[in-house]
């Protein structure tokens, strides 16, 4: 069994997705062929190393690798990673493609 993508867009989207309304705006988007290879290392690893928690059900690692704003409302996301992660388990993880997203610049309530 192959998993095909675990990637910072794909695991935010998922996030933002399953918590409930909450609003993901990226002011910027930088796609992988816009990377140095250093910053797409720092990204593919991340998303390797997360990837690898959700396929062993570790919920309180993948938690404390989420943005606050998820975080607060992780229920859901947690649920979701205890019902797939048995699924998943002898899965071999490949990362697709990179994208980062920056909305540094948004204020609350913006979007």
């Not at 975080?71 to 205890?82: D, K, N, R, V």
Request: glycine content about 8%.
């Amino acid at each position: 069994m192959r998993l095909r993508c675990f990637d910072f867009a794909l695991v935010a989207g998922l996030a933002a997705a399953l918590c409930g309304p909450v609003s993901a705006w990226g002011v910027s988007c930088t796609t992988e062929s816009q990377m140095t290879q250093a910053e797409r290392g720092v990204f593919e690893q991340a998303a390797r190393s997360l990837g690898a928690q959700i396929q062993a059900a570790n919920v309180a690692a993948v938690r404390a690798q989420t943005m606050a704003s998820v975080a607060a409302q992780f229920g859901p996301l947690s649920a979701t990673i205890e019902r797939v992660a048995p699924e998943i388990k002898q899965a071999s993880l490949t990362v697709d493609a990179l994208y980062s997203l920056k909305a540094t610049d948004i204020q609350a309530g913006e979007g």
